[in-house]
């Protein structure tokens, strides 16, 4: 879970060469909806491994293989500075600024070349660099996050459950509403953040959050303030289990663990949940929904559309 403002150069790029791809996106880039024919296509699908409940994807730079977190909550993509040497990418001679769980570190950029997944070719960056390593899951220490400003270029297929990720493309046609699947689902409202990540709002013990939805935290976890509107109490939360969460920044950070009653998405009831209750979130949300929901549910991401669509288990 990261947060970092991303250039507007570099999300512009980003998105006109994905579009140049036949990557989803709005009609006003790139020429005229006339100029295309409408409709999704499946651009890409990729296998998605769960490990200790993170989703890894795989990729390659300049040729060589790298696992990458599936991480929503993330702005951009993100390197470890083993995996940038081990790579050979070239200092960027910029700084950049990393702001997640555990507070904000300075760090310098490397210049990503030669960056695919699977078949797509993304567009040469300059990427952030974290000092340490990405925390082990299992037998497997990630290269680093795959992020929003490649992700949000897509319709986004997530299906967890048969660990698969498949990216949609092209233009969407008027009117076109809800994902090609032919069971049931619900389509859920979303808002997209400047920096291109998605939140919606979902019922925690019958008291409206905005919920940022987040494959990179293993669990889900809830500001103090907002737990105590859905009627948590001082007294409760001090007699709950502490924990600790770590994430991209250099400090851990304190919290509890608490049971909810329930968690409503939509028409879909996640009950007797159990989220860690920290003191605040620097992604500007009541609540991180996290690997303990997504990773039960297929869900479609709409960034054009700003919708969510989850099936009906």
Known sequence: MIRRAAPLALALALALALLAAGCAASPEIGGSQADHVCGLRPMQE?????????????????????????????????????????LGLADSRTIRT??????????????????????????????????????????????????????????IDLDLPRGRLTLYGGWLCQGMEGPPWTGAYTPIPAEVSGNGRLSIVVMIDGTPMRALLDTGAQVSVIAADAAARAGVGEQALSASIPAIVQGTGPETVAARVHRFREVQVGNDIFRGPTMMVAERLTQGADVILGMDYLSRRRIWLSFARQRIYVATP
């Open 98 to 155: 990393i702001t997640g769980a555990g507070g904000s570190s300075r760090n310098y950029g490397a210049q990503l070349r030669d960056f695919r997944i699977g078949s797509l070719a993304v567009p040469n960056h300059t990427v952030a660099v974290l000092p340490r390593d990405l925390p082990h899951v299992g037998a497997t220490t990630p290269d680093g996050l795959l992020g929003v400003t490649v992700l949000s270029a897509f319709d």
């Open 46 to 86: 990729l296998p998605v491994t769960l490990e200790r409940n993170v989703p890894l994807v795989p990729g390659t730079i300049g040729g060589a293989p790298v696992t990458l977190v599936l991480d929503t909550g993330a702005d951009t993509v993100l390197l470890t500075a083993a995996a940038a040497r081990r």
